[in-house]
């Protein structure tokens, strides 16, 4: 399989080299080439496989060959034995035709798990195979680096290295970072906020003489193997409802779009999918792009769903590309003038964008209200982020005969703020995580200068 950029001017990689790289040389993002397509018996023959079995097929046509089949399955049965459901993303009932889909079982609760799981492993395959060892850098805010750290703390060839801002995150997202304690996991509290570690993590990629040649990857969203992975949910979701043989629906809280990316991937390789609900809370790019062609920044907000605030939607770009058929050139001359100011999308693309996706952008007040009411009226204690999907599938669903299946990207336990402030005493967190307060910690306490940060990570990779 090859991948191009959306930006035209890249080279064409194929999916080891894709895997490896993260960001285009042009700024662009990497898509395959070609759609791969499934016919509608080859989905039939889904139903009921295992998670696992699933998902070899969707991805296999990705890699391309480029890991032998024994190997690709070995990486896929190790990823998934991580989560703590046999189903490893349950679907379940809420009301007569609107689902659940549950993308919080794996080891930090939350979605990105189900991507970074494999990717650690993929990354390390790839790396033994070269006979080559790599570095990781990411700033978090709190939340996705204990993901990243999770996908790859079993990884011989990788060192990573995450930046969180000291003493400004809660405790226990400090701690799910910070109580890995295996030879390959670096945690920095920077002395800054998050902005700071962010610009360092950026220079450090911009710059990377201060590793003597060592490769430093990326594992954030726009590296194309989650969205790979992330392909596989909407498959076994669709197929658990009756597709191929009627359509489905799906409502995907979203911030940097790399979730509903892979829906909108899914649908290309043949999967029926009527409609796409974008669910967005106060920080609402991608609603005001849908419903009024706004495509501008506007400030960032702090909400109760922090994991979907943003200022900028990443992977948009890639759904963009498609939009405009493909013309590199023409998401190059849009992107640039994005990041000078406001600008519109063109009619054509933006009417093919609003024919299968519709948008709803939900407030804190919001979150609280739904979160109380989902649970009157179906028992289930939603997280936030799951929250703003659930008000916006009852919002901006297009039929009430299509099954709709709303994706649940967290876990509750993990946001005990809103599920407070709605009331409720808190959610347990799951029995593997009850003496998360008590665990060894390490960290180190770095300055917010690039010179120290590198050095760090220089001397302390193996
Ligand atoms: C990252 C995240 C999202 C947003 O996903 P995107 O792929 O960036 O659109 C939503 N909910 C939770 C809990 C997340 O961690």
């Known amino acids: 399989m090859r991948y191009i950029s959306t930006r035209g001017a890249a080279p064409v990689l194929n999916f080891e080299e894709v895997v490896l790289t993260g960001m285009a040389s042009d700024g662009g993002l990497y898509v395959p080439e070609q759609m791969p397509q499934f016919s509608a018996e080859q989905f039939a023959e889904m139903a009921g496989l295992p998670y696992a079995e699933i998902a070899f097929r969707v991805m296999k046509p990705f890699v391309g060959g480029e890991i032998d089949d024994t190997t690709f399955r070995r990486l896929i049965d190790e990823s998934y034995a991580t989560f703590k459901h046999d189903a490893v993303v349950p679907l379940k009932q809420l009301d007569s035709n609107h689902y659940l889909l549950e993308l919080f079982h794996g080891p930090t609760l939350a979605f990105k798990d189900v991507a970074l799981q494999l990717l650690g492993r993929i990354l390390d395959h790839f790396l033994e195979k070269r006979d080559e060892k790599a570095v990781i850098m990411g700033a978090t805010s709190g939340d996705t680096g204990s993901a990243a750290i999770e996908g790859c703390?079993?990884?011989?060839?990788?060192?990573?290295?995450?930046?969180?801002?000291?003493?400004?995150?809660?405790?226990?997202q400090r701690r799910q970072m910070t109580t890995v304690l295996d030879g390959n996991v670096h945690n920095i509290a920077i002395e800054g906020n998050f902005d700071d570690a962010q610009a360092m993590v950026k220079a450090s990629f911009a710059d990377q003489n201060f590793l003597e040649g060592t490769r430093l990857i990326a594992v954030n969203s726009i590296n194309w193997a989650r969205i790979m992975a992330q392909v596989v949910y909407y498959?076994?979701?669709?197929?658990?409802?009756?597709?191929?043989?009627?359509?489905?629906?799906?409502?995907?809280?979203?911030?940097?779009?790399?979730?509903?990316?892979?829906?909108?991937?899914?649908?290309?390789?043949?999967?029926?999918?009527?409609?796409?609900?974008?669910?967005?809370?106060?920080?609402?790019?991608?609603?005001?792009?849908?419903?009024?062609?706004?495509?501008?920044?506007?400030?960032?907000?702090?909400?109760?769903?922090?994991?979907?605030?943003?200022?900028?939607?990443?992977?948009?770009?890639?759904?963009?590309?498609?939009?405009?058929?493909?013309?590199?050139?023409?998401?190059?001359?849009?992107?640039?003038?994005f990041q000078q100011g406001a600008v519109e999308i063109d009619d054509a693309p933006l009417a093919a964008l609003r024919a299968l996706f519709s948008s709803y952008s939900v407030d804190d007040d919001t979150i609280i209200e739904v979160i109380q009411e989902a649970f009157e009226h179906t028992g289930e204690l939603l997280d936030p982020h799951t929250a703003t999907g659930y008000r916006a599938a009852q919002r901006a669903r297009a039929d009430a005969t299509t099954p709709m299946i709303t994706l649940a990207t967290a876990h509750p336990a993990k946001f005990e703020d809103a599920v407070v402030r709605a009331g409720f005493e808190g959610a347990p967190l799951p029995e593997t995580m009850h003496d998360l307060m008590t665990r060894e910690e390490r960290y180190d306490v770095l300055p917010a200068e690039l010179g120290a940060v590198q050095q760090y990570v220089a001397a302390n990779r193996h």
Do not use: W
Request: hydrophobic share 50%.
């Open 235 to 337: 498959v076994a979701a669709a197929v658990a409802v009756g597709a191929p043989h009627r359509e489905v629906s799906f409502t995907v809280p979203s911030a940097n779009f790399g979730n509903l990316f892979a829906g909108y991937i899914a649908r290309r390789m043949g999967l029926p999918v009527k409609q796409f609900v974008i669910a967005t809370n106060a920080n609402d790019i991608l609603h005001r792009t849908l419903a009024d062609n706004d495509f501008s920044k506007h400030e960032l907000q702090a909400t109760l769903a922090p994991s979907m605030d943003i200022v900028v939607s990443s992977n948009f770009e890639r759904l963009l590309f498609e939009a405009y058929d493909r013309d590199g050139a023409a998401v190059a001359d849009l992107l640039v003038r």
């Open 153 to 172: 703390r079993h990884c011989d060839n990788l060192d990573i290295f995450i930046l969180h801002p000291h003493n400004r995150v809660s405790a226990v």
